[in-house]
C-alpha cells in the first residue's frame, strides 16, 4: 500500500477527501456535533495509514496540495464581512473590545497553563498560535522556534473542539447576540470554528471571518511579548 502511494501523486488528497466526505455524510444523517467532518477525517485517514502502514510522509506528499487552499479559503471569508459592512460600523467599538479580549484570553490562557504544566521555552511558544489560523499560526510558530507540526495539530484540536463546543458554550453563558457569537467563534477557534458560525447566521459567519483576520494580526504581534515571559 506504500508503494501505491509513494507511485500516485493524488492517493493523499483522494483518501483525505473521501473521509471528510464521510464526516459530512455523517453528520447530515446523525445530526450529532461529535461527527463533526474534519474530526472524522482525521480519525478515518490515521486508522487508514496505520491498517496499510503507510508512512506519514508519502501520505502528505500527496496530501499537501490540499493546504495550497488554505490560504484562499481564509481569505474568502472577506465576502460574508463585506455583505454586513454597516453592520460592523455601527458595532465597531463592541467588535474592537471582542477581538482585542479573545486574542488576550488565549495567550494568557496559554502562559499560565505552561506555568503550571512546566513546560520549557519551545514547548510553550509552539501553543501560542493555537486559537489562530493555520496559514498564520505555522509560520508563527517557526519564527519563535517551536514545534511547527505540533502546533498545526493544537491549532485544529482547538478548532474543532470550538467547532463541536461552541454552540453550548454560549447556551450555557447566555450568549445570544449574533455579533459576540461570531467574534466568540472566529477569535477562539479560527476557520474551523467559522465553519460552524456560519451555520448559524450570515451575521455570526461575517463577525467569526472577521475575527479570524484581527485576531492573526494581532496574535503576530503580541506572541514575540508573550514568548519572552518563559
Do not use: R
Not at 501520505?59 to 471569508?77: D, H, M, Q, R
Not at 521555552?121 to 507540526?149: C, F, N, Q
Not at 482547538?158 to 447576540?177: A, P, Q, R
Amino acid at each position: 500500500m506504500n508503494d501505491l502511494f509513494e507511485s500516485s501523486m493524488f492517493a493523499g488528497v483522494t483518501i483525505s477527501l473521501l473521509a471528510y466526505l464521510t464526516g459530512t455524510v455523517l453528520k447530515k444523517k446523525l445530526k450529532l456535533p461529535i461527527f463533526n467532518p474534519l474530526l472524522v477525517s482525521i480519525i478515518l485517514t490515521m486508522i487508514v495509514l496505520v491498517v496499510a502502514d503507510v508512512d506519514y510522509d508519502v501520505y502528505n506528499k500527496g496530501a499537501s496540495y490540499l493546504s495550497w487552499l488554505l490560504t484562499p479559503a481564509t481569505v474568502c471569508l472577506a465576502i460574508p464581512l463585506y455583505e454586513q459592512w454597516n453592520l460592523l460600523k455601527k458595532y465597531y467599538q463592541a467588535v474592537i473590545l471582542g477581538i482585542v479580549a479573545g486574542a488576550l484570553t488565549s495567550l494568557t490562557t496559554v502562559f499560565v497553563l505552561a506555568k503550571l504544566m512546566g513546560l520549557d521555552h519551545k514547548e510553550y511558544v509552539t501553543l501560542l498560535p493555537k486559537s489562530i489560523t493555520t496559514a498564520i499560526g505555522m509560520g508563527v510558530s517557526e519564527e519563535l522556534g517551536g514545534y511547527v507540526t505540533i502546533t498545526v495539530a493544537v491549532i485544529v484540536v482547538t478548532g474543532v473542539f470550538g467547532n463541536i463546543f461552541g454552540e453550548l458554550i454560549c447556551k450555557i453563558f447566555k450568549i445570544t447576540h449574533p455579533i459576540s457569537k461570531g467574534l466568540a467563534f472566529g477569535s477562539s477557534s479560527h476557520a474551523i470554528g467559522t465553519a460552524k458560525a456560519i451555520e448559524l447566521g450570515e451575521v455570526e459567519g461575517a463577525m467569526s471571518g472577521l475575527a479570524i483576520a484581527v485576531t492573526g494580526i494581532m496574535t503576530v504581534i503580541l506572541a514575540t511579548a508573550y514568548a519572552n515571559l518563559i
